[in-house]
Structure formats: structure tokens, C-alpha cells
């Protein structure tokens, strides 16, 4: 594997915490050395910029003095131009006298303090005659050493064309003098820059060895929450889904917002898999108790057919009473698939549209609702002739929603059919399931905005574990009573479906011995969707 490839695989498996610290570490390291670059050449540009310019005085200076002079030394005092000068600030500097072919005529070596004819202290100096130095123009320029690595700095100039600066010194000048080349040893730059260059790499590689470790720490603080989603995952990968990732971080933050995210994610699926395992429960109930409801009216039917096969049934009416009983059986078996097929037909558009809206349109009503706006005023005294009709010694009265008040008027929306069948079986509900001659109250009105209907009765009443399952399908709350008296267990189920498909809702309240009151709440009819219906009012009521 060529390391290109080395590296990508090292990167591809590195965490996150590992990652992120080495971009760290590459951005320090990187603005470091950048850092470390500008101010070092910077510093070294700075230094020899200095150098040049005292070169440059240096050079002008001995450019005035003959060559005896300036290596002895003038016995009287300079002028004061020449005063403040001192060959220290160049560190020593050698001065070279060339001819105008460019031959050596004398070197003199500030250090040495002796007359040297070849380059001093090792300057590699090519040939600078006439032509050369004025090629220069009297800029500085850097040349080798004939030993080591060491550097020079050189400028070369045209010696002056007239009388000694010295006048009382015998010495004179003339135009065809040649040059003087002054050169100084760059080894106190190099050296200033070389030390700058050591304390920059040893402050920055302890700089950088405190900032991974400070780095490695800081990094693994802020990701502790991303551990904890980890460690939270898969928990809930093993199945507990009440698992949530605890707060470590503030709103604010990224990890802070991703773990609120993620905890109402959770709590989402959390109902969405318990909601999905209580509808896989209630479905097996409900099938269990399908094929047991079933099976009676089939079984009767095949038992008195068989009878019939084999003979049984020799006289006319005993025929004729077994074809009434199968008759019974088929209408019984054909409203309890009706109901089922109902119910099924109702869970399933709730399934397609969860969360709709409470107030429901025309547009949005489930499959076979007509909704139209009503008055469950009408439907309450529909109600009271339905009840005296079935027992006509029931004490029967229509009031408002607490019992005293009158019956007010309740508009809704809603499938006028499929409320009457509500209200049915809730009035059969009460007939049913109470002593002949229980008094019995249709409650009608607003309550909250919402429109209301109850059925209140006077009978036995229901136990609190009675009220919490007295909607669920198949279920019957006294089992002491046989299918012919009790029903199907469908009723109260079909009630809530429909009213919950209506966007409204239906509750009891009861208590041992206190009777039962079931109450419908519907959403109150709005001024649009009596805009949408104009021209289908709610009818009149006839109490």
C-alpha cells in the first residue's frame, strides 16, 4: 500500500475526537510556521538592510582614504564627517583596494590588524574591475566564503578622483585610482536568525505538545454528549425504547439542539412502536373475539341444517320453526359483519390521516360520512319518542346539558344518519342494560363551545375498571347475560369510532349503583362551514 493510500485508510478509521485534534494540531502547526516565517525573514531582511547601509557609509569612507591610510591609521584627528565612524558597527570589515583591472592591490583585514595581499578571512571575491563595479552600480551583493558555509556582504565602489580627505597626510589620489571593495561577514545575521529560528521551534514544539494535551481533553469535554448518543443508541438498539439522551450541553449549542432532536425523535418512535404494539394487540383481540362471535350464529345455523339432513324435522312446523331460527341466526351474523366491516372501514381512514384536525370539512370526513351542518336537538327528540316507544313505562325526559336547564339548540357538522345510529345505540345501551321502568334522561346543548348530547339512566352503574374498557370492542360489562340479551359487544365500540371520526368525542361517567351517564362532545359548527353548506341548514327541532 503506497502511503498516499496508508494515510486515507489511517484517516478513514480515525475517530472523530482523533480528527478533530489533529486538524487542530496541523492548523496550529501551520499558522505557527507561518507566523515563524514572515517574522523570521522579516527580521533577517531588517538586519541586512542595516548592514547595507553601513556598508554603503563604510564604503564612501574608504573610498576618500588611500589604502596606506586606511590601514594604518591617520596619526592626526579625521574631520568630523569622519568622527562618529567606527568599522565596529560592521563587525569588523575587510577592505580590499583593487586596481581598475581588478588585481588586488592591498586587503586589509579590520580583525587581523595586518596587511594581507590574498582575500581575507577566506572572502570569495571574483575579479571587479572597472567594467564590474560599475555593472554593480554600488549596490551591495552577497558572495560565498572559500571556507565553510559563512556569507559575506560586499559593496564595491570607485575610488574618489581627487585630494586625500587627510590634506596634511603626503598622500593624493587620482581618476584612475581603481576601486575599494568593503565586505562585512553576514555570520552575526545568520547567526541572530539561526537563534531566532532554534527559539521558535523549541517554544513551538512545546507550545503545540501543551496545546494536544490541553486539545485532547477540551475535545473530549465537548463530544462527551455525542457518547452519551452513542451509548443511548444502543441502548435502545437492544430494545429499550425509553431510553433518552440525558442535556449536557445547552439549547443553544449544536449538541445541545441535536440532542433535543434526537430525544423527540425517540419519544416519537417510543409512542409509535407502542402505539403499533397495542394496535397488533387490540387486532389479535379482536380477531379472537370475531371468530368466537362468529362461530355461534355458524354453529347454530350447521347444527339445524344437519338436523334437517338427517331427518329430524319430520313434521311442517318443526321445519318451519328451524328456518326461523336460521333466519334469526343469518340477521344476527349479517349486523355483526355490517358492524365489523364498519369498524374496520372507520380504523382505517384513522390510520391514513392521524393528527387531522378536530374540526373536520366535507373534504377530509371519512369514507360513507355525509357531513352536513345538524342539530342534535332534532336527534335528542328522536331520541325521547324511540325510548317510549321501546318501553313505554320508562320515565322519559328531554333537558339541557345539566339536567335542569331546558333542551338548547347544539350545531355541528356531521352525518346526520350515522348520529341517529349513535344516539340508538345508546338509548338500546340504557334500555338494555337497566331494571324495566328505569327512569332515563336525553340531555341536549353547548357546553365549552361544543355541541352535546347525553343519555343519562338510573340503573346499577358501572365499576371504574368497567368504565376504562367499556368502549373496547367485544367487550361486555355484566357477562352474566347471553349474547340474545347482551349483544354483540359492538355497540359502544361503533359509538366511539363514529364520534371520533366525527372529530369530536364520547365519555361515561358512572359509579357503582349511581347509574351511567354517556356523553357525546362534537366541535362547534363554524361560520365557514356554514358558508361551505349554504343552503342545507340544520333542521328544526321537533321537541
Known sequence: MTPPRRARALWAHASLRSRVLMLAVALLTTGFTAFALVTGNALRGYMENRVDSQLRAAARVFALLPPAVAETGAERKPPTR???????????????????????????????????????????????????V??????????????????????????????????????????????V??????DQVDSTVDRMWQNYRNTGLGLLAVLAVAGWFAVRSGLRPLSRIEQTAAEIAGGDLSCRVPELASSKTELGRLTAALNG??????????????????MSRFVADASHELRTPLAGIKGLTDLHRMGALPDREDIDDTMARIARESERLTRLVEDMLQLARLDEHALKAPGQPAVRSASSSPPGLDLTPADLRTLAADALHDVRALDPTRAVTLTGPTGDDPPASAPALADEARL???????????????????PIRIGVGTVGGHALLEVADQGPGLSPEQSGRIFERFYRADTSRTRATGGSGLGLAIVHSLVTAHGGHVEVDSAPGQGATFRILLPPLTDQQTYLHQGREPRPSRG
Not at 571593495?181 to 553576514?186: D, E, G, P, Q
Open 82 to 132: 569622519l568622527a562618529d565612524f567606527s568599522t565596529d558597527v560592521l563587525g569588523n570589515p575587510v577592505i580590499t583596494y583593487v586596481a581598475k583591472d581588478g588585481t588586488v592591490e592591498r586587503s586589509i583585514d579590520s580583525l587581523a590588524g595586518a596587511n594581507r595581499t590574498d582575500n581575507a578571512r577566506g572572502l570569495a571575491l571574483s575579479r571587479l574591475d572597472t567594467a564590474a
Open 134 to 179: 560599475a555593472a554593480h552600480g554600488g549596490q551591495p551583493f552577497t558572495v560565498d566564503s572559500t571556507t565553510g558555509d559563512a556569507r559575506w556582504r560586499v559593496i564595491a565602489m570607485p575610488r574618489a578622483a581627487s585630494r586625500a580627505v587627510l590634506p596634511r597626510a603626503a598622500v593624493t589620489t587620482s581618476a584612475d585610482s581603481g576601486s
Open 181 to 186: 571593495v568593503v565586505a562585512t561577514s553576514m
Open 265 to 282: 425523535m425517540l419519544g416519537q418512535l417510543e409512542t409509535a412502536f407502542a402505539t403499533r404494539a397495542e394496535s397488533e394487540a387490540r
Open 420 to 438: 341517529r345510529q349513535v344516539v340508538t345505540n345508546l338509548v338500546g345501551n340504557a334500555v338494555t342494560h337497566t331494571p324495566p321502568g328505569t
